[in-house]
Nanobody, 114 residues
Framework: VQLQASGGGLVQAGGSLRLSCAAS????????MGWYRQAPGKQRELVAR???????NYADSVKGRFSISRDYAKNTVYLQMNSLKPEDTAVYYC?????????WGKGTLVTVSS
């Protein structure tokens, strides 16, 4: 399974970005899809996750600002990010799992200027 993320970039504080991540390859039964981020000098952390059944969970720091969605037919997950803050600056990675194996995308950089 390969994951291709896109949509990162530079935005001013208060702005919005939409990330996309498409899965391809030998896809049989993808379970959850999610977004993680890693800021400089910090550990990678969960941002948002959506299960195969549509259940979602978010990091407390993004609740009310970010929204995750999924196109099951296209094996694509989206992350709508609104009211962005400088502390949201990080490399964002998408992740999925299939049959107990984790797959990660290469990451897309989001930079929020103050």
């Amino acid at each position: 399974v390969q994951l291709q993320a896109s949509g990162g970039g530079l935005v001013q504080a208060g702005g919005s970005l939409r990330l996309s991540c498409a899965a391809s390859g030998r896809i049989f039964s993808i379970d959850a899809m999610g977004w993680y981020r890693q800021a400089p000098g910090k550990q990678r952390e969960l941002v948002a996750r959506i299960t195969s059944g549509g259940n979602t969970n978010y990091a407390d720091s993004v609740k009310g600002r970010f929204s995750i969605s999924r196109d099951y037919a296209k094996n694509t997950v989206y992350l709508q990010m609104n009211s962005l803050k400088p502390e949201d600056t990080a490399v964002y990675y998408c992740k999925t799992d299939q049959y107990g194996m984790d797959y990660w995308g290469k990451g897309t950089l989001v930079t929020v200027s103050s």
